[in-house]
């Protein structure tokens, strides 16, 4: 059996660059009468690797020769090794870059079976894949790398009329054809991108795959809610289909509605939808205005682990607009956010909402009245984490210039541990700004003197 073409390539290119380096080496020597010794030596060098790589080549290929490759293992179109084991339509496995060369020159039915392919979306055997792994090991041999470069995926029509006839289920009067249809929708547009980018090519696609959910299925069927929202997320995770999800009139209500009614994984797969929509300017004011930031913190108040880092992503992305930290602060962000950060509950993720929210006058006042000051203080002292301490900073500073009322409580703790000195020396560049501000604005109202 012939050694794996990926291995085969790779070896190939590195005895082409050894041998052009060779070739360099000896006209040198050849034609200059005065050469130095250290050209010989660099020339026998390459002469060195050039057999060594040789060896290995026949070595392997001999290994793979020489092995009863079991038949579940080999590509039934190469006969090789597989590299990247693949389930087509019918069930059977390919390796990748054969029968995507098929499917690129226009081929639609399976080689094996010769059923016509439903589509032409390609999984991957991830128990094959492992199979292989371990008996290569077995026999002390590498296990084959995937080939890289198989080109790009076709969208095809069957594709996209398997696509039409699971739109269709979920707008049938069957449940069992909606639940169906979504699970088969969820799991396609996770795999494969080009089945993602079909949903951009209409508007008509978005309200038909949201249909179930607008029958009024929620309450008693919340698997098909979260296989449609999980869809959702999905699709909105293809850059061509963010602004066509986020300016149907139909996405963000359910989204809303599923961070209230959903299962956990359900309302942290819709948080993660708004995270990827509000990537857009647009849409960050759509979902903003929508309502969107209540039901997002009361899910970050109620603190599951599941949904928490979605739902935080999905808030901080969210008040990069001016407009929504008023949102958010009216809505009671900070309250719920020093309640987690003082529990030691994702406070990375939660004092970067804070410092960007701390723009807000209203946010400073409820820092203050919450004993933010103390607490962000303790942090800069304590932790270990440099960008955690420029968030601290960052929203102390913003505190230090709103009033002069905490000016006394960061007077004493720079008196009593220097701890704004010390960061304005060792803090990342922005940490350090901010310090040396906060030390100026003490020293301008004769609070304290800084040897910064």
């Known amino acids: ?23 360099k080496l000896v006209k040198e020597i050849v034609e200059e009468e005065d050469y130095r010794v250290e050209t010989a030596d660099e020339a026998i060098r390459a002469l060195s690797c050039l057999k060594n790589l040789q060896r290995s080549t026949k070595s392997l290929s001999f290994k793979l020769g020489v092995l009863d490759v079991p038949q579940e293992f080999r590509c039934p179109i190469s006969g090789e090794l597989m590299t990247d084991p693949v389930v087509l339509a019918t069930g059977q496995t390919y390796d990748r870059p054969f029968i995507q060369r098929l499917l690129n020159e226009g081929s639609r039915t399976c080689p094996q079976t010769k059923q016509v392919l439903a589509h032409t979306i390609l999984t991957p055997n991830n128990l094959v894949q492992e199979m292989i792994s371990q008996w290569c090991k077995e026999h002390g041999i590498e296990s084959p790398k995937p080939v890289q470069d198989t080109g790009e995926e076709v969208v095809t029509k069957a594709d996209r009329n398997y696509l039409n006839a699971l739109l269709n289920k979920t707008s049938s009067s069957s449940l069992a054809d909606q639940k169906e249809a979504a699970k088969e929708l969820r ?65 963000i209500p359910l989204l809303i509605d599923s961070l209230i009614s959903g299962t956990i994984q359900t309302k942290s797969n819709a948080a993660a939808t708004f995270f990827t929509l509000s990537a857009i300017d647009s849409s960050k004011i759509v979902i903003g205005t929508s309502g969107a930031l209540k039901p997002l913190i009361d899910l970050l108040h109620e603190g599951h682990p599941l949904a928490m880092k979605d739902v935080a992503t999905a808030i901080f992305r969210l008040c990069t607009d001016l407009e929504n930290r008023g949102r958010a602060v009216n809505a009671g962000v900070v309250w719920v956010i020093l309640n987690k950060i003082m529990d030691g ?26 004993g933010a000051v103390s607490c962000l203080i303790r942090i800069i002292r304590e932790s270990d984490c440099e960008r955690d301490k420029e968030n601290c900073i960052v929203i102390l500073y913003n505190i230090c210039f709103s009033g002069r009322s905490k000016l006394k409580e ?25 310090a040396i501000g906060i030390l100026e604005r003490l020293n301008k109202t004769g609070s304290v003197t800084h040897t910064a």
């Open 1 to 23: 059996m012939a050694r794996t073409g990926v291995l085969a390539e790779t070896d190939k290119e590195a005895a082409m660059e050894i041998k052009k380096q060779l070739g």
């Open 410 to 434: 960061i007077k004493d703790e720079e008196m009593v541990n220097g701890t704004f000195s010390r960061l304005a020396q060792s803090g990342t560049s922005r940490a350090k700004r901010k």
């Open 345 to 370: 509950v994702l406070v990375a993720e939660l004092l970067a909402i804070l410092a960007i929210i701390s723009t807000n006058q209203k946010a400073i006042q409820e820092m203050c009245e919450l």
């Open 187 to 251: 799991l396609l547009t996770k795999r494969s991108s080009s089945f993602r980018a079909l949903f951009g090519e209409s508007a008509e696609i978005i309200p038909q795959l949201l249909s179930p959910l607008s029958q009024g299925q929620v309450a008693t069927h919340p698997d098909l809610q979260e296989d449609v929202i999980t869809t959702l997320l999905n699709l909105s995770i293809h850059d061509n289909n963010k602004r066509l999800v986020a300016e149907n009139p139909l996405v």
